[in-house]
């Protein structure tokens, strides 16, 4: 089946820092998410981006499907940005929640 | 308001009991899905279901029976062949056959076994 791969594991910031979190995938994809992850569990949906660049805000994200990575920006970072942030991609079929995740990056972010 | 909604949000489960977490959903999705996280760890694929009263198994369905008897409705039992049944987890719903559809996450079900 499909790998996917994120970096770094784990991120440490100071408030206001800007960061660059990878998502690398082994295969052609149907569809990719980034989620959030709060300190409650609950996966908070960021970006459906199978291709291209979206921005949301102080986070972006490109995806550049030929070359099988996407990458989320975030600028400024704040405190309440600590988390875990996944990957996940969808490589087939009807069925486009069917979803392989990455292992994930802690963002911590300092005050 | 339009959302996923599983409960119980804690569970503690005796060896060898079966239990069933509750998955509900509003949005008029046709598809759902369970999912496990262990600590550290990604999401891993339980079960699917794209049209009531059909599933299919994902890459972890041993100890795990599901139905789908109502479009809103996707129950996960945990039974007690699942040999390591602690874990976090989380049902999801999305929209059936279109490429411009994400998953949406309910807040989850965290199961111990005492």
């Known amino acids: 089946g499909i790998q996917v791969e994120q970096s770094p594991p784990d991120l440490i910031l100071q408030e206001g820092a800007n960061s660059t979190l990878r998502c690398n995938f082994s295969?052609?994809?149907?569809?990719l998410q980034w989620f959030h992850q709060n300190p409650w569990g609950q996966l908070i949906n960021l970006f459906y981006i199978p291709s291209g660049t979206k921005q949301n805000g102080r986070l972006s994200a490109t995806t550049v499907a030929t070359e099988r990575y996407s990458l989320l920006y975030i600028s400024s970072s704040q405190t309440t940005d600590s988390g875990v942030y996944f990957c996940?991609?969808?490589?087939?079929?009807?069925?486009?929640?069917?979803?392989?995740f990455g292992q994930g990056t802690i963002l911590t972010v300092h005050p | 308001d339009g959302g996923i909604t599983q409960s119980p949000k804690y569970l503690f489960r005796k060896e060898g009991q079966n239990v069933t977490l509750s998955c509900e959903q509003n949005?008029?999705?046709?598809?759902m899905y369970w999912y496990r996280q262990d600590p550290g760890q990604g999401l891993r694929l339980i079960y699917y279901?794209?049209?009531?009263?059909?599933?299919q198994k994902g890459d972890i369905a041993e100890g795990y029976s599901v139905s789908r008897e109502k479009k809103e409705s996707f129950p996960l039992t945990v039974t007690s062949a699942q040999k390591n049944p602690t874990a976090f987890y989380l049902c999801?719903?999305?929209?059936?056959?279109?490429?411009?559809?994400?998953?949406?996450f309910g807040q989850g079900t965290r199961l111990t076994v005492v």
């Open positions: 999801a719903s999305s929209i059936v056959g279109s490429p411009l559809s994400e998953a949406f």
């Open positions: 949005l008029n999705h046709d598809a």
């Open positions: 996940a991609v969808n490589v087939g079929g009807t069925s486009y929640g069917k979803l392989t």
């Open positions: 279901s794209q049209i009531v009263n059909d599933f």
């Open positions: 295969d052609s994809v149907n569809n």
